[in-house]
Structures are given as structure tokens and as C-alpha cells.
Nanobody
Framework: QVQLVESGGGLVQPGGSLTLSCAAS????????MGWYRQADGKLRELVAT???????NYRESVKGRFTISRDNAKNTVYLQMNSLKPEDTAVYYC?????????WGQGTQVTVSS
């Protein structure tokens, strides 16, 4: 059993910053990748950023230069530093952990960017 605990969401003004964290615990023997997805009202869930076990990082184009994903392997924790937030970043953000043969999802944390 694997549990993902997310934190760090909230309400922020445009141009502000938030940092999300996601800690994985339980039956963790190997992690292939960790990352973040988001889903806005009425829209499909979309990839925000991922970091692969070898260190490769992928961002969706709209967050490049503003968001930074990082990982603490010893703590099995992934972070998402979000700067210069825009209203279109408003969504529920979900932590994602990929392990061999299956994936795990966090409970989601709401990020609202509004003035």
C-alpha cells in the first residue's frame, strides 16, 4: 500500500508563488517517476511536470520558466515550486508517482490564482 500526501495549495494573487509538496510512504521499493498533473473545472487532466528516476525533467510549455519540479529521493518527496502564477494556473493539482506496473495518485490540492 502506497500513500501520497499533498500539501501547499491555497489562494494566491496573480504573480504570487506557492510550493506544493507530495510525500510518498508505504510499500515503496522503486519509483520510476514522480510528478504533477492538474485539472481545471471542465477540462481534462493535464501533465504539469515530471522528473524521471534518471533525472530527466519535463514541463508543459505553459509553465516553463515559472515552475520548478524537484525531488528528494531520501524522503520520497516531490515538490513543485510555482512562481509568477497566473489565473489560468487555477486547478486541482495531483501528485503522481509511477512505479513498475502501476501508478499512484495523491488526493489533490486546490490552487486558486485570483485577485
Amino acid at each position: 500500500q502506497v500513500q501520497l500526501v499533498e500539501s501547499g495549495g491555497g489562494l494566491v494573487q496573480p504573480g504570487g508563488s506557492l510550493t506544493l509538496s507530495c510525500a510518498a510512504s508505504g510499500s515503496i521499493f522503486r519509483i520510476s517517476a514522480m510528478g504533477w498533473y492538474r485539472q481545471a473545472d471542465g477540462k481534462l487532466r493535464e501533465l504539469v511536470a515530471t522528473i524521471i528516476n534518471g533525472g530527466s525533467i519535463n514541463y508543459r510549455e505553459s509553465v516553463k520558466g515559472r515552475f520548478t519540479i524537484s525531488r528528494d529521493n531520501a524522503k520520497n518527496t516531490v515538490y513543485l515550486q510555482m512562481n509568477s502564477l497566473k489565473p489560468e494556473d487555477t486547478a486541482v493539482y495531483y501528485c503522481h508517482v509511477q512505479m513498475p506496473l502501476r501508478a499512484y495518485w495523491g488526493q489533490g490540492t486546490q490552487v486558486t490564482v485570483s485577485s
